[in-house]
């Protein structure tokens, strides 16, 4: 009867170490400690606790208190439920063999991006500022090597991936951390209950929260803030898609291009049309998944890197040595000196040797933070360095070979070889991107921000390694798109660079608020970090800007395009959601109804998938008034997903009570994390709901006997002064929140929340226990006997259109735009494997 919120609590972090699920806690627990129950509408909300009345809102703005707390006790076991990858992989517990196996994977799929940079930025910088002698090399170098240090290795690597959501990178995850301590989502569909999963790894009171609470009430209390945060949030999502197409037509046209430098005959259109046909095969090939592709391309990026080095090291031996010098960043200054406005023009060529940092955080999901530092720390930074410092050594030499100088430089002998090595890198580099699109566009959906599609979990031991289909072919489709119109390695590197750059402000922005929300650390350094990296990619944004005539523009309206689709199916989702909770049933019209809700109650299960968390959706009374009968036994089932990357199986449903006892009307919440796999077969689902819902009702039972023998006794219904709180002989606090098991009375009003009934307290235990063992094997029977007349899913397609007042963008938006979405994406029951025989369906339509 408490809600599952005896067990439910949230976890409070107070160093390094997760703590384990049976250990004591400290939790937060509201100063009237309002759990639910059984559910209500806003008449009765002071007559009993509900889990769907709306006043829960008020839980918000509860005071709380911190209480130490027993071992968690689940009152929904369902650790029988194997969902392939619900739980986490910390990649920690693996032999020397598999680490060794697990490195390879991670060249291959985190670092491919940014390891085949040295491939065109030398290119896309000389092709804006000439060289006109060996400072501008220098210059152009120093820029380069700080670049490369600055933003991958000291922003991405030492501060952004430490910003991950349990091992979750990315733009909403950060967005989805930033929700989890302050609820500053869009859509109403918050619990008080998703404060206790244990996935909530929040932070023991200190000094140092005073500001952070602040800036938590100051999101919580702004819609305008909210609004912008979720709008910077789409703009970085959406660049981040529009990285994962330009990112394979520079990478494949800028290796292909190498030919023309093999050979003479060949011209740029043969080199498009190659790309074209290796672009084909590689997006093909996405859907064997990371695990395959990643060891299979692993070791050759291994040798690519290899590659990098050793040449780096043969030209600064054979050409110029004292390319070192560039270290020292005055020849910078140097090279703007003598440049001025074409060097800030070759700042958007200089960027492109960090692209692939976002890719590193977003594909973060696939490995572990340790892991993916270290491999970029003491393989991938020195052989990238080496490999421009014998890129400029080569420059000094020969200042004509600006353009193709990767391949220029290579020695004759190895050419070929090399040529292959980097052909291949490229394809990984793409690969690269496109998986961070596919985890970017994951976290999106399950958090409400893009339309849902199919999903294929490429992976049975590792649970975030995914394949999109639609996604995969819509990118294929605008890379070519680009490549045919945007077939200069300049025009496409500038817009590389737009993609890159608006992801990486939008990024640090993010992160900002992380510093100040969630790390609370010194204030100096939370705002030097910020002015330091904004404005230093603000300046390569400028730059970028500029030369966005050249063609790059179709980046940007690409990006546009995606945010537009994000924005709708994110106003329109919400918009449905409070119309539903507008519009749900009222409790007293299901008393009016009686037991038998004014039709036919016929033996069997049925299922109602809704959305909402709280109350009786109207589609509910749809049903009523369309079907001639409704099922003995009504379960109200809503899929939700919570600002967590994973939510434990012990942790995952909630199971309760809607109406009085006799009406048979249960309500089980699934929360889902964004990164859990929902891929039940119905039956199973069936087989363990139903379990689940007996050990529920024992729970409930033994719960309210153990509340039966406590010192609470009143005489009236409204009186709410009895302790909710039940302290076990080992000492251990458990908050009931509630009575475990409402017990109505035949008027049809149930009890107070606080209170027990005086007609159960003046019966002799040994009556009462004998009761209560047979109200639960009466209530077991009729749920075996429910179940064995079949299970029947009823889903209501509720569908909106604007109001005929309503403005006219209004109604383009929700009736053209947003429908054409919700017409075209992926149901929500699609999930389970459900024969068309055992499915019923009714549409409704809002009125907004």
Known sequence: MAEEASSERSEINGGPASMDSTESRWVFQDEDDSEFDVDGDEDNIRHRVSLDSEDDEDDDNAEQRLIRTGPRVDSFDVEALEVPGAQRNDYEDFSLGRKIVLAFQTLGVVFGDVGTSPLYTFSVMFSKAPING???????????????????????????????DDGEGGTFALYSLICRHAKVSLLPNQLPSDARISSFRLKVPSPELERSLKIKER????????????????????????????????????????????????????????????????????????????????????????????????????????????????????????NSTKAWYSLGGCLLCATGSEAMFADLCYFSVRSVQLTFVFLVLPCLLLGYLGQAAYLMANHTGAEQVFFHSIPGSAFWPVFLIANIAALIASRAMTTATFSCIKQSMALGCFPRLKIIHTSRKFMGQIYIPVINWFLLVFCLVSVYSISSIDEIGNAYGIAELGVMMMTTILVTIVMLLIWQINIIIVVSFIIFFLGLELIFFSSVLWSVGDGSWIILVFAVIMFLIMSIWNYGSKLKYETEVKQKLSMDLMRELGCNLGTIRAPGIGLLYNELVKGIPAIFGHFLTTLPAIHSMVIFVCIKYVPVPVVPQSERFLFRRVCPKNYHIFRCIARYGYKDVRKENHQTFEQLLIESLEKFIRREAQERSLESDGDCDTDSEDETSCSRVLIAPNGSVYSLGVPLLADFRQTGKPISEASTSQEVNSVPSTDQTMSAEQSLERELSFIRKAKESGVVYLLGHGDIRARKNSWFIKKLIINYFYAFLRKNCRRGIANLSVPHSHLMQVGMTYMV
Not at 141 to 152: A, D, E, G, M, N
Not at 307 to 328: H, M, T
Request: aromatic letters at 10%; proline letters at 3%; glycine letters at 8%.
């Open 134 to 164: 060996n400072e501008d090399v220098l210059g152009a170098l120093s820029l380069v090597l700080y670049t490369l240090i600055l933003i991958p290795l000291v922003k991405y690597v030492f501060v952004v991936l430490l910003a991950n």
């Open 219 to 338: 999101l919580e209390a702004s819609l305008t803030l909210k609004k912008l945060l979720l709008m910077l949030v789409l703009a970085g999502t959406s660049m981040v898609i529009a990285d994962g197409v330009v990112t394979p037509a520079m990478s494949v046209v800028s290796a292909v291009g190498g030919l023309k430098v093999g050979v003479d005959a060949i011209d740029q259109d043969q080199v498009v049309m190659i790309s074209v046909a290796f672009l084909v095969v590689l997006f093909s090939v996405q859907k064997y998944g990371t695990s395959k592709v990643g060891l299979a391309v692993g070791p050759a990026l291994f040798i690519w890197f290899c590659s990098l080095a050793g040449i780096g090291i043969y030209n600064l031996v054979k050409y110029d040595s004292s390319v070192l010098r560039a270290f020292n960043p005055v020849h910078i200054y140097y090279f703007f000196k003598r």
